[in-house]
């Protein structure tokens, strides 16, 4: 079975663009949930989709923003880019919201210039 | 709300020496608590996870872990390490399948193994 993917691996942005990041779950998987990660904050969570709706949030402004699509497939956006929101990024899935353990992908490395 | 401390950003030990990571956690509500690892460039690896039971966890690659309720612990070991042991190491706790899949991270442990 395929694990979780996220395209890209790595990108290169400029401060004030706009950037989307792609998670395809492991198939049968319908919880995804994203995390950022970085040297100074650690891993912290950004959000979770489930079934198409956003379940849970972490505390991130508003620029952070995500989808679910019907074959559970998820996608993040970031608008406005800050030097601050280089990181990696990782997408986690699950089978449903009540089976914890999460699968990870490889994460996508989001360096702002 | 949910924390996980862990002692030590940084453990080096011989190759064949036992390994000890320490967590610690803090919940409102019986907790599920996991170990992941993470190579460089790469994202987590789940080495085990407690949710109910056994509080004594066997995870891969030879690590354990002991989940003690009254020391609100949850310690990573290894008998004897092994230089692809050497890897960065999360502690997380999450609210026990609750409708909620958040995970709450430690800030990590960079293990190294000395030959």
């Known amino acids: 079975k395929a694990g979780v993917t996220q395209t890209p691996r790595y990108l290169i942005k400029t401060r004030g663009q706009q950037v989307t990041l792609s998670c395809s779950p492991i198939s049968g998987h319908r919880s995804v949930s994203w995390y950022q990660q970085t040297p100074g904050q650690g891993l912290q969570f950004l959000f979770e989709y489930f079934s198409e709706t956003q379940r849970n949030k972490g505390n991130f402004p508003g620029r952070f923003s995500g989808r679910q699509f019907s074959n559970s497939r998820s996608e993040m956006n970031v608008s406005t880019l800050e030097l601050g929101d280089s990181a990696l990024y990782l997408c986690?899935?699950?089978?449903?919201?009540?089976?914890?353990?999460?699968?990870f992908g490889p994460g996508t490395r989001l360096t702002v210039l | 709300a949910q924390s996980v401390t862990q002692l030590g950003s940084h453990v080096s030990v011989s190759e064949g020496a036992l390994v000890l990571l320490r967590c610690n956690y803090s919940?409102?509500?019986?907790?599920?608590l996991f170990w992941y690892v993470q190579y460089p460039n790469q994202g987590l690896q789940l080495l085990l996870k407690y949710t109910t039971g056994a509080t004594l966890v066997k995870g891969i690659n030879g690590f354990e872990a002991e989940f003690k309720k009254s020391e609100t612990s949850f310690h990573l070991t290894k008998p004897s390490a092994h230089m692809s042991d050497a890897a960065e190491y999360f502690c997380a706790v999450s609210s026990g399948g609750g409708g909620s899949e958040k995970l709450v991270f430690g800030k990590g442990t960079k293990l190294t193994v000395n030959p």
């Open positions: 986690a899935s699950s089978v449903d919201r009540t089976y914890n353990e999460q699968f």
């Open positions: 919940s409102s509500v019986p907790p599920y």
